[in-house]
Nanobody, 124 residues
């Protein structure tokens, strides 16, 4: 059974920091690109940070560049999101995603898993 379990959310004052964790199980973690997404009330879900499998380059949403850092520890099946200099507009439910796409000739198979999310609230 595939599971992604996030933790580390909470209430923090503007300017503060939080570190989110997401532990995966039931799949070969190291073979999946791992991402963090967030969804604020009344807004669409947006990608925050993406970490490919080993050797790939991380990417960040413009709104979090220089403040957030994504990292992964494949030995622990865990992806992290270090969030510094938090702003009120960072308030959202943060979810992790595991994605693997296998290309087979002209077709492909997609394996796409989501966690339940963790609430981050930044007070101004």
């Amino acid at each position: 059974q595939v599971q992604l379990v996030e933790s580390g959310g909470g209430l923090v004052q503007a300017g503060g920091s939080l570190r989110l964790s997401c532990v995966g199980s039931g799949f070969t973690f190291s073979q999946y690109a791992m991402s963090w997404y967030r969804q604020a009330p009344g807004k669409e879900r947006e990608v925050v940070a993406v970490m490919p499998i080993a050797g790939g380059s991380t990417t960040y949403a413009d709104s979090v560049k220089g403040r957030f850092t994504i990292s992964r520890d494949d030995a622990k099946n865990t992806v992290y999101l270090q969030m510094n200099s938090l702003k009120s507009e960072d308030t959202a439910v943060y979810s992790c995603n595991a994605l693997m796409i296998i290309i087979e000739g002209s077709s492909h198979r997609k394996y796409d898993y989501w966690g339940q999310g963790t609430q981050v609230t930044v007070s101004s």
